[in-house]
């Protein structure tokens, strides 16, 4: 009942929806309230990250990868102007599938934290 608070997040994909049912299928009631609440606090919109990618072309080139944690590439983009722009015009592309691999990658973490919990 509780996994429809799904798909009320914003920008979700189908493949993110389907993703988090099938993560959450064990989970009683308070388990799956504790890993929404988790998860909605650290989800990123693929929307953002089309927005931080196009604020690449006008201010600091890299923003989307320091918002999904990848400092490191952040960095590397930040030095050569996104890889002279045509980094940032693949990440502008891909900009779905770069908040999609984030928000798994917090889902599991997110998992993790409710199962220790238990």
């Avoid at 929404?36 to 923003?63: E, S």
């Avoid at 944690?69 to 050569?80: A, D, N, R, V």
């Avoid at 891909?94 to 238990?118: F, P, R, T, W």
């Amino acid at each position: 009942m509780q996994q429809n608070s799904f798909s009320m997040l914003s920008g979700i994909t189908p493949e993110e929806f389907l993703f988090l049912q099938q993560a959450t299928v064990g989970l009683n009631e308070q388990q799956l309230n504790s890993f929404r609440i988790l998860y909605m606090g650290k989800r990123r919109n693929p929307t953002d990250i089309l927005l931080f990618t196009l604020l690449g072309f006008v201010v600091v080139a890299g923003v989307q990868r320091f918002v999904v944690g990848q400092i490191g590439m952040g960095i590397i983009y930040l030095l050569t102007g996104g890889f002279c722009l045509i980094g940032t015009i693949v990440d502008l592309i891909n900009h779905k599938s770069i908040a999609n691999n984030y928000n798994k990658d917090m889902a599991y973490e997110a998992l993790q934290m409710v199962k220790m919990g238990a």
